[in-house]
């Protein structure tokens, strides 16, 4: 009877063990083929292993994420919903699925209170940016800005954080405020496809108000100015840009111009620091400072274009020991 029973045990135990290699070797076949892009067969996989595992909340995130992925938005809440009433191991990335997929749909409210829950117990950068970004499409621009700052001093080098901190500033209608944070964004990501229309955005904020209307005359519409205290800096880039287009700039390359008025433009707001605290203040100025008094604002310009060709390039290679600076301070 003894030996019944053992041998029992012994068949009930290998046949666990086996169906416990089989549903990780299925999750894991899954998350590879998800990995290449192949979602649909991913999906199958994820499907195969909760025959097994029906209450995995590992894999109902798996395929909530693939299903997000082909835009099933639908399947995607159904499968992030039971991968958060089941345990505690993948809230946080299922909360960021569900946030997202309710968005998608429409279901701004819901999503919404989905990302209020889940900042109250995880401080993550990437659920403060999602609430921030659903609340920006929301038309809720003083919201989405305070989560964004969260996001940002949560982490720092999540470059869409800054890009959408400066495209709540452009809706304020705030030029510098809107520059400064996506100087930073280049910073982080100088040369993808993104970075090559946000860099034609942040030329094109050097240009707002000045207009060459004949050989000889220039029109500058000041902006009006606000108590944020970039005031001087509006001035100087209006200014900056009306001597740019005079004859004695001719000569002169787009990046070259282009370094020059950052070199005006970070200056004139180092100096403005003195006398002016605040977030744009304390971390954007502060670094942009740091570049004029290390003589960085030149290969800085540079890097921040590699998405506009080769000559931001030829720049670098012609000046390697003036970049090494640069790239040294950057790699601290």
């Avoid at 505690?88 to 997202?100: A, C, H, R």
């Avoid at 029109?219 to 001087?232: T, Y």
């Avoid at 506009?308 to 670098?316: E, F, P, R």
Wanted: hydrophobic content about 40%.
């Amino acid at each position: 009877m003894k030996n019944f029973l053992l041998s029992l045990f012994l068949i009930c135990f290998l046949n666990m063990s086996a169906q416990d290699s089989d549903f990780n070797e299925l999750v894991q076949n899954g998350i590879a083929l998800h990995d290449a892009g192949d979602f649909d067969k991913a999906i199958a996989e994820y499907q195969k292993a909760l025959e097994i595992q029906p209450k995995s909340s590992l894999v109902h995130y798996e395929i909530a994420y693939s299903y997000f992925s082909i835009k099933d938005y639908e399947k995607a809440e159904e499968h992030a919903e039971k991968s958060i009433n089941l345990d505690s191991q993948n809230l946080l990335p299922s909360y960021i699925v569900l946030g997202n997929s309710l968005d998608m749909q429409g279901k701004t409210k819901k999503a919404l209170k989905v990302y209020e829950k889940a900042i109250k117990k995880f401080k993550n950068y990437l659920l403060l940016y999602n609430y921030a970004y659903t609340n920006f499409k929301a038309g809720n621009v003083d919201a989405a800005e305070a989560a964004v700052l969260d996001a940002i001093e949560n982490n720092a080098s999540h470059a869409s954080s800054h890009l959408l901190l400066s495209q709540i500033m452009d809706q304020k209608g705030n030029r510098i405020a809107a520059m400064l944070p996506l100087y930073y964004f280049l910073l982080l990501e100088p040369n993808s496809e993104r970075a090559a229309r946000e860099y034609r955005r942040l030329t094109g904020y050097m240009e707002l108000g000045v207009k060459k209307t004949s050989e000889k005359s220039i029109d500058v519409n000041l902006p009006i100015l606000d108590n944020s205290g970039f005031g001087p800096a509006e001035l100087l880039l209006s200014m900056q840009k009306a001597t740019h287009i005079t004859e004695g700039n001719v000569q002169k390359s787009k990046l070259e111009l282009f370094a020059e008025t950052n070199q005006s433009l970070f200056s004139i707001l180092s100096e403005l620091q003195e006398d002016h605290h605040g977030f744009y203040w304390d971390f954007y100025v502060s670094l942009y400072t740091d570049f004029v008094n290390a003589d960085l604002v030149e290969p800085f310009s540079y890097f921040i274009s590699l998405s506009q060709g080769d000559d931001a390039l030829n720049w670098i290679s012609a000046n390697e020991e003036h970049f090494d600076q640069f790239k040294n301070w950057f790699e601290k």
